[in-house]
């Protein structure tokens, strides 16, 4: 039967995480620098309070859920190319450590971001910034074919899951309430950060993009 596996904070940021990353990645270029900014520190906002969540989320929210050691993954895979899938309510061991990469990503790509407005100024800051942001791209794609992969074995829509926080599973299983209050607090923060950036509200973090990429296209007209 249908039970609750995801409680909207965690599908709140999920989804605020897919938008934030799209954003930043299309507008990583100098005309778009200070809306780069803002969607890159909405990525950084969002990790942190995915760690939070981590420890005080409900069940399967809850990293102590999906701690798994890396060979587990290995022997997850193997039970997909044996025909045998291991079923998990919550998310699957190999699933868990793309999780845990996109975290890390996540978090070192917006940090080296930051480093190249505010840093001491070193091209490889910027350099290794645009090398972390693709690598998440490559491991993006990786995790949305696992997701693909995932839904046809197990027959089971599994984004759609990720939309309305309903799994297939043993009614024990379920957890209770999906913390809605949360997770609009959630939304409401980011909506007040982005509309605070566009209304000019927020200089300390938009003029340091707008100066940057002013000087950058400047630096380009005299090459
Ligand atoms: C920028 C792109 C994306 C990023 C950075 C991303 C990141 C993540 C993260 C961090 C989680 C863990 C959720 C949590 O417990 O907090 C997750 C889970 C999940 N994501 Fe994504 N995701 C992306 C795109 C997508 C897309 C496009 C889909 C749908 C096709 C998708 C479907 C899912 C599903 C179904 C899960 C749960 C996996 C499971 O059952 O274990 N993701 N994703
Ligand atoms: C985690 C989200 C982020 C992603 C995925 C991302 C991705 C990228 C990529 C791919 C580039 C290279 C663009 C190119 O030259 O082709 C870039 C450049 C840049 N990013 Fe980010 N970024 C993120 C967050 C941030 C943050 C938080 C900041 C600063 C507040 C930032 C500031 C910059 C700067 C200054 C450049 C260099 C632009 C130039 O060429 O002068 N990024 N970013």
Same mark, same amino acid.
């Given at each position: 039967?249908?039970i609750?596996?995801?409680?909207?904070p965690?599908?709140?940021?999920?989804?605020?995480?897919?938008?934030?990353f799209?954003?930043?990645?299309?507008?990583?270029?100098d005309?778009?620098?200070v809306?780069?900014?803002?969607?890159?520190?909405?990525?950084?906002?969002?990790?942190?309070?995915?760690?939070?969540?981590?420890?005080?989320?409900?069940?399967?929210?809850?990293?102590a859920?999906?701690?798994?050691?890396?060979?587990?993954?290995?022997?997850?895979?193997?039970?997909?190319?044996?025909?045998?899938?291991?079923?998990?309510?919550?998310?699957?061991?190999?699933?868990?450590?793309?999780?845990?990469?996109?975290?890390?990503?996540?978090?070192?790509?917006?940090?080296?971001?930051?480093?190249?407005? #505010?840093g001491?100024?070193?091209?490889? %800051?910027?350099?290794?910034?645009? @090398?972390? /942001?693709? &690598?998440? =791209? *490559? +491991? !993006?794609?990786?995790?949305?074919?696992?997701?693909?992969?995932?839904?046809?074995?197990?027959?089971?829509?599994?984004?759609?899951?990720?939309?309305?926080?309903?799994? #297939?599973?043993?009614?024990?299983?379920? %957890?209770?309430?999906?913390?809605? @209050?949360? /997770?609009a &607090?959630? =939304? *409401? +923060? !980011?909506?007040?950060?982005?509309s605070?950036?566009?209304?000019?509200?927020?200089?300390?973090?938009?003029?340091?993009?707008?100066?940057h990429?002013?000087?950058?296209?400047?630096?380009?007209?005299?090459?």
């Amino acid at each position: 039967m249908k039970i609750l596996v995801w409680d909207l904070p965690t599908r709140a940021f999920h989804w605020l995480l897919v938008f934030s990353f799209a954003a930043a990645y299309i507008t990583s270029e100098d005309d778009w620098m200070v809306l780069h900014a803002v969607f890159g520190y909405t990525v950084l906002g969002l990790v942190a309070f995915r760690l939070l969540w981590g420890f005080a989320g409900t069940r399967y929210a809850r990293f102590a859920s999906f701690a798994y050691r890396p060979a587990r993954a290995l022997t997850y895979l193997g039970s997909l190319v044996a025909r045998q899938p291991e079923h998990h309510v919550g998310h699957n061991p190999a699933g868990s450590w793309a999780i845990y990469l996109l975290l890390a990503l996540g978090a070192l790509t917006g940090a080296l971001g930051w480093l190249s407005l #505010e840093g001491p100024g070193w091209k490889w %800051i910027e350099e290794l910034h645009q @090398i972390t /942001g693709n &690598v998440m =791209l *490559a +491991l !993006v794609g990786l995790h949305i074919a696992g997701v693909v992969v995932g839904s046809l074995v197990h027959r089971e829509n599994l984004a759609r899951s990720m939309v309305d926080g309903y799994k #297939e599973g043993a009614p024990e299983e379920g %957890i209770r309430g999906s913390v809605w @209050i949360v /997770g609009a &607090v959630l =939304l *409401a +923060l !980011v909506a007040g950060f982005w509309s605070a950036a566009w209304r000019g509200d927020l200089p300390a973090l938009t003029e340091p993009a707008a100066k940057h990429a002013a000087e950058h296209k400047h630096r380009h007209e005299h090459d």
